[in-house]
């Protein structure tokens, strides 16, 4: 084999962000508690599943999606689910406010949603990025729902990461495209580590003034 091959993984460092494992504890605990004839629905599942009663809802075909369909117009009857995940969505949506809707529609009386959006990162398209959600900003528009629990899902030790990495490639490529990736991937082998610092940040409502992610989760009214 080439040795250049060897070390084409050098060109996708780690990524700049951790994700804590009480969210993934939190999720699976959502699931296991949808009972006998409840379905949940995973809107932009890509590749995740979450089991035989997660319905997983994706723009594409591709491994592990259900169904084909636009969270702007979700294909299920009104009161379908019990739980809607969307995780990491809300910010590829053109129109964020029709997807809330629709969500809020599909969902039963009394089901849950829980929500994971960005606050503090830089751009990233899945295929297109349009909007940033603070605390505060996610609260309020997820108003119409009772909130459980809202808080940092990902910290500022993960924002620090990420833009570390997009300043360094941004000043040292001089405006070139193709250097800007090369050093993009560079400097994320140099700053990752950061990221791990949100392992040992006290959890305070400060630390959402800085944090990477927020999460929502709430209740349909009855």
Known sequence: MNPLRRLSWLAVPPDPFLKPARHERLVDALVAGLRDGERGLNLGSGRTSYGRRVVNLDLGARGGVQVCGNGERLPFRDGTFSL???RGVLEHVRHSGVVRDEVRRVLRAGGRVYVEVPFLQPLHLSPEDHRRFSLPGLCHFLSDFERIDAGVQMGPG???????????ASLLSFGSPSLYRKILALSGWATFWIRHFDSVIVAAPHVAHAASAVYFLGEKPR
């Open 84 to 86: 809607v995940l969307l």
């Open 158 to 168: 993960s924002t620090l990461s990420w833009v570390t990495r997009e300043f360094l």
